[in-house]
Nanobody, 127 residues
């Protein structure tokens, strides 16, 4: 059973930074094919934020380009999201995600939903 556990959320003022972490237990599908971060606010659909494939190629949604950086430490089964210059509109529940099939959300294909999800960590940015 794949388990994704997020940490690092919290409250911060606009312009501040947070670093999210995700520990992935027993995720080995196709050599950890694709992992990433999604976010959701009440009443809205969950949206893709950042993704990284097994080759280290990254993709970002337009609204976070230049501010967020996704990275991974495969040896430690960890995924990270460094979030800088945070804005109030970044406020959301952030979810760690991983692909479970050969069709993935990496490369910005956000309409392809992940097969595995974490429980989420709340990020709140105040103005």
């Amino acid at each position: 059973q794949v388990q994704l556990v997020e940490s690092g959320g919290g409250s911060v003022q606009a312009g501040g930074s947070l670093r999210l972490s995700c520990t992935a237990s027993r995720y080995t599908y196709n050599s950890r094919l694709c992992m990433g971060w999604f976010r959701q606010t009440p009443g809205k659909e969950r949206e893709g934020v950042a993704a990284i494939d097994r080759g280290g190629r990254t993709s970002y949604t337009d609204s976070v380009k230049g501010r967020f950086t996704i990275s991974q430490d495969s040896a430690k089964n960890k995924l990270f999201l460094q979030m800088n210059t945070l804005k109030p509109e970044d406020t959301a529940m952030y979810y760690c995600a991983a692909a479970s099939s050969s069709s993935t959300f990496c490369g910005g294909n956000w309409s392809v939903r992940p097969g595995y999800w974490g429980q989420g960590t709340q990020v709140t940015v105040s103005s």
